[in-house]
């Protein structure tokens, strides 16, 4: 059975990779608090004290907008720890998976999809860091495997943490009356978190290099959002926008190594089936 150490492991990703792939991977956790405040040193010493035959990196700091407001915090959590790992990983002998984001492709023309080899300029924070990460990360140890995640999603339940993702939005939009607002020229895909950790297994065997990671999306984000609300069986207020934005990804690539998410439109149907709530469809 695969050693893997999962970075995270009580985060959204993390803790459902802890459950959901128990059994079929050896998988070990960092003492709680560690990814925080350790320094390098002390981070690869653990690294290598654990040994394991691979390092899956869920561990970020992922809001957008307190990235935008905190650069310095974000370049440690998303440029520095991921070199970090990387140099452990080097020193171990160990293969390291690490999440990247599809907000790399923030900021370029057009509705997509992008592939992994479009030229990028991202248009945000969070975007330029987990870009420089993949280079760097890359230059330094050329097996690593980066994950250009879409937005994820899951419903409460399984005992573990939850974070504000779009059904859940669109649940409390509908309870409280407020109305959401979705542009009508915004592209990406979103995808069941579960669905994603699932392809994990396959996405530790690929070769080295950058991948666009989660399901497709050939619809705008207010239609999504209406397609979300049919299969959820609520109707809250939805407003349309009109500003542009596209981080829709061709998943070609992924495909090729033995990855498979539903198509957005068709993931959140899974969902409600694991979930149960079988009258919803």
Same mark, same amino acid.
């Given at each position: 059975?695969?050693? %893997?150490?999962?970075?995270? +492991?009580?985060?959204?990703?993390?803790?459902?990779?802890?459950? &959901?792939?128990?059994?079929?991977?050896?998988? =070990?956790? =960092?003492?709680? !608090?560690?990814?925080?405040? +350790?320094?390098?040193?002390?981070? &690869?010493?653990?690294? &290598?004290?654990?040994?394991?035959?691979?390092?899956?990196?869920? /561990?970020?700091?992922? @809001?957008?907008?307190?990235? *935008?407001?905190?650069?310095? *915090?974000?370049?440690?959590?998303?440029?520095?720890?991921?070199?970090?790992?990387?140099? +452990?990983? #080097?020193?171990?002998?160990?293969?390291? %998976?690490?999440?990247?984001?599809?907000?790399?492709? +923030?900021?370029?023309? !057009?509705?997509?999809?992008?592939?992994?080899?479009?030229?990028?300029?991202?248009?945000?924070?969070?975007? #330029?860091?987990?870009?420089?990460?993949?280079?760097?990360?890359?230059?330094?140890?050329?097996?690593? %495997?980066?994950? $250009?995640?879409?937005?994820?999603? @899951?419903?409460?339940?399984? !005992?573990?943490?939850?974070?504000?993702?779009?059904?859940?939005?669109?649940?409390?939009?509908?309870?409280?009356?407020?109305?959401? $607002?979705?542009?009508?020229?915004?592209?990406?895909?979103?995808?069941?978190?579960?669905?994603?950790?699932?392809?994990?297994?396959?996405?530790?065997?690929?070769?080295?290099?950058?991948?666009?990671?989660?399901?497709?999306?050939?619809?705008?984000?207010?239609?999504? /959002?209406?397609?979300?609300?049919?299969?959820?069986?609520? @109707?809250?207020? =939805?407003?349309?926008? @009109?500003?542009?934005?596209?981080?829709?990804?061709?998943? $070609?690539?992924?495909?090729? !190594?033995? =990855?498979?998410?539903?198509?957005? #439109?068709?993931?959140?149907?899974?969902?409600? /089936?694991?979930?149960?709530?079988?009258?919803?469809?």
């Amino acid at each position: 059975m695969k050693r %893997v150490l999962v970075t995270g +492991a009580g985060g959204f990703v993390g803790a459902r990779v802890m459950q &959901q792939l128990s059994g079929r991977l050896e998988l =070990l956790a =960092l003492p709680r !608090g560690l990814m925080a405040r +350790a320094e390098q040193e002390e981070l &690869q010493t653990a690294v &290598q004290q654990l040994h394991p035959a691979a390092i899956l990196h869920t /561990a970020a700091l992922s @809001d957008t907008g307190y990235c *935008e407001a905190h650069p310095e *915090e974000s370049y440690r959590a998303n440029v520095e720890v991921p070199l970090w790992l990387a140099e +452990a990983a #080097r020193n171990t002998g160990a293969r390291l %998976v690490a999440f990247s984001s599809d907000q790399v492709y +923030a900021g370029l023309p !057009g509705d997509g999809s992008f592939d992994e080899n479009v030229p990028l300029s991202p248009a945000n924070v969070y975007g #330029r860091h987990k870009r420089e990460a993949e280079l760097r990360v890359l230059d330094q140890l050329p097996d690593a %495997v980066l994950l $250009r995640a879409t937005w994820l999603y @899951d419903l409460p339940g399984y !005992g573990l943490p939850i974070r504000g993702n779009l059904p859940l939005n669109l649940w409390r939009a509908a309870r409280t009356g407020q109305a959401m $607002r979705f542009s009508c020229r915004d592209y990406r895909g979103v995808t069941y978190v579960r669905q994603a950790v699932e392809n994990l297994l396959p996405a530790l065997e690929l070769p080295g290099g950058v991948y666009n990671f989660g399901s497709e999306n050939d619809t705008d984000m207010y239609t999504t /959002a209406r397609q979300f609300c049919t299969v959820l069986g609520i @109707d809250p207020p =939805l407003e349309q926008a @009109d500003w542009s934005r596209s981080l829709r990804m061709d998943t $070609r690539k992924a495909q090729a !190594g033995g =990855l498979a998410f539903d198509p957005t #439109r068709e993931g959140i149907r899974r969902c409600v /089936a694991d979930y149960g709530l079988t009258d919803l469809l």
